[in-house]
């Protein structure tokens, strides 16, 4: 079983609505989570992190946490086309960072 | 400030031939470093990381060795590169909790 699977996408939302990101994770005694944003080419780029239940917002984006569950979702509210690059989710225990494969997100104006 | 730098960008090698990449972090002192590996297409995948000079955690069995000669530097090697080995290198580094990646280096082996 992988450590962290994303919902495969790729993902096409219109602009002005919600994308919805999900992520699972199989370890329950990881402590901290992570959303990163890539765009084509480039580095991933930290969005948001998340360390407890429930959920935490940063402007147009909110990230859900459910330990019990072992999920961590991210909302991205009024989406634009400058949102449209792949969402990585990364899950932290101890010292050791592991990634999702990805959730590739198409915002058509 | 504390930046991340990684360096070449952009690299084309042929099998066979070695391989150095190194990447250090300027504005802290002991922050844990990672390797990580993405292939075209693909996640994120751990190579090494290290909680302090010369503690490197391996993740992956390969033909890849890591080392931290110094608090802030960190060095990907391989002594023979395979076709296999191509792919997006970064580096990320973690004051605390959170990890910070570097620009890249874009590997393809021939």
């Known amino acids: 079983q992988k450590e962290v699977e994303q919902n495969s996408g790729p993902l096409s939302v219109p602009e002005g609505a919600i994308a919805s990101l999900n992520c699972t994770y199989s370890d329950r005694v990881s402590q901290s989570f992570f959303w990163y944003r890539q765009y084509s080419g480039k580095s991933p780029e930290l969005i948001m992190s998340?360390?407890?239940?429930g959920d935490k917002e940063d402007g147009r984006f909110t990230a859900q946490l459910n330990k019990a569950s072992q999920y961590v979702s991210l909302l991205i509210r009024d989406s634009q086309p400058s949102d449209s690059a792949t969402y990585l989710c990364?899950?932290?225990?101890?010292?050791?960072?592991?990634f999702g494969a990805g959730t590739t997100v198409t915002v058509r104006a | 400030s504390q930046t991340i730098h990684q360096w070449p960008a952009t690299l084309v090698q042929p099998v066979g031939s070695p391989l150095s990449l190194e990447c250090t972090v300027e504005g802290t002192s002991n922050p844990n470093l990672y390797w990580y590996r993405q292939a075209a297409g693909r996640g994120l995948q751990l190579l090494f990381y290290?909680?302090?000079?010369?503690?490197i955690s391996s993740e992956v069995p390969q033909n890849l060795s890591a080392s931290r000669p110094q608090d802030r530097q960190f060095i990907l090697s391989s002594k023979k590169l395979l076709l296999s080995d191509s792919g997006f290198y970064l580096c990320a580094w973690s004051p605390g909790t959170e990890a910070f990646f570097g620009q890249g280096t874009r590997l393809t082996v021939v």
């Open positions: 998340i360390y407890s239940n």
């Open positions: 290290s909680v302090g000079i010369g503690q």
């Open positions: 990364a899950v932290k225990y101890d010292y050791k960072l592991s």
